[in-house]
């Protein structure tokens, strides 16, 4: 139930190993025209950004790293459309889960994605981000319409790029490293098309895929 917050250079960590849960949450009811600039979030037990329906957020030049259960979530499908009109600009999302109660340890949590959305109207843009070193997915988007380009999905242990939405589309993406850059087999995929819906449409325009792994 908060709209028009815009937060800007601003380091949020934990104070001296204490237990700290997320840096930014909106999850009480609808937020709307949220604004993250140069906001450096890290070494937390939880998630870096948590928020459930959202309008018009934009995350920019900012840093989000070392959270326990992940990057940025909207970790349950919103009443209310969920994710809408989302921008992340040059940010970085990287080593999600590999912090964990004042210490550099792998978390309890399941796949700790760099960005993990259910179920949402969109549309999220991604530009000019690198999203690395994750414990769970790079980006796993169950958001219709998002729309990745101009960016790096590096040696996250899971999939690397997953699409669940229509609409959904990567241009100019550079994916490698798929299960962290691991020399034997994994079971997890650079790129996952994931819908259950008739006639839903993705578009994939200069992506280049490093895959040794999965040949």
């Avoid at 959904?168 to 995929?189: C, D, H, K, Q």
């Amino acid at each position: 139930n908060t709209n028009y917050v815009k937060i800007a250079n601003l380091e949020l960590t934990n104070n001296n190993g204490a237990q700290t849960r997320d840096g930014i949450e909106a999850l009480d009811g609808p937020a709307s025209n949220i604004i993250l600039q140069d906001v450096y979030i890290h070494h937390i037990d939880e998630m870096g950004v948590k928020m459930g329906d959202i309008n018009n957020l934009q995350i920019i030049n900012s840093v989000i790293s070392y959270c326990g259960f992940g990057a940025v979530a909207g970790p349950a499908a919103g009443a209310q459309g969920g994710w809408k009109n989302i921008k992340i600009i040059g940010t970085t999302l990287s080593y999600s889960g590999r912090y964990y109660q004042g210490r550099n340890a792998n978390s309890p949590f399941d796949r700790p994605d760099g960005f993990g959305v259910e179920a949402s109207a969109g549309p999220i843009e991604f530009v000019n981000d690198v999203v690395e070193y994750n414990l769970g997915d790079g980006i796993d988007s169950k958001a219709q319409n998002t729309y990745v380009h101009e960016t790096i999905i590096a040696n996250n242990s899971s999939d690397s790029l997953k699409f669940c939405g229509g609409g959904s589309r990567a241009e100019n993406v550079l994916i490698y490293g798929r299960g962290a850059g691991s020399v034997t087999g994994t079971p997890w995929a650079s790129i996952v098309i994931d819908t259950t819906i008739a006639g839903s449409t993705f578009s994939f325009t200069n992506v280049t895929v490093d895959d040794p792994v999965g040949n």
